[in-house]
């Protein structure tokens, strides 16, 4: 699959909930967006977003909300190859959780 846009997203979340999965830079942890029918809304932990420890929970977490189809948002990918400053600020890696969840 070619890199895939926001846009293109959200329109897929028409069909099914899809589940953004965000690294925090050099932090070893994992914020989830599920976004369905252009709703987007980020998981939660009482008042504030939840963060995971790893990829796997946050994966588990994600799909026990309903989403079907996973994306790892890659933050500024291009950085070290000199990108356009109008290049889109994340790269969408489809990923899939493993067959145990």
């Known amino acids: 699959m070619a890199n895939i846009s926001r846009k293109e997203i959200m329109e897929l979340s028409h069909e099914s909930t899809v589940g953004l999965i965000y690294s925090r830079s050099d932090l070893h942890q994992y914020l989830v967006e599920l976004i369905h029918n252009d709703?987007?809304?980020?998981?939660?932990?009482?008042i504030g977003v939840a963060v995971f420890p790893t990829m796997e929970e946050a994966l588990r977490s994600a799909k026990r909300r309903g989403a079907?189809?996973?994306?790892?948002?890659?933050?500024?990918?291009?950085?070290?190859?000199?990108?356009e400053p109008a290049t889109p600020h994340y790269n969408y890696l489809p990923i899939r959780p493993s067959r145990k969840h």
């Open 68 to 83: 079907k189809c996973f994306f790892l948002c890659l933050d500024n990918t291009y950085d070290e190859c000199g990108a």
């Open 39 to 46: 709703k987007t809304d980020y998981i939660h932990e009482g």
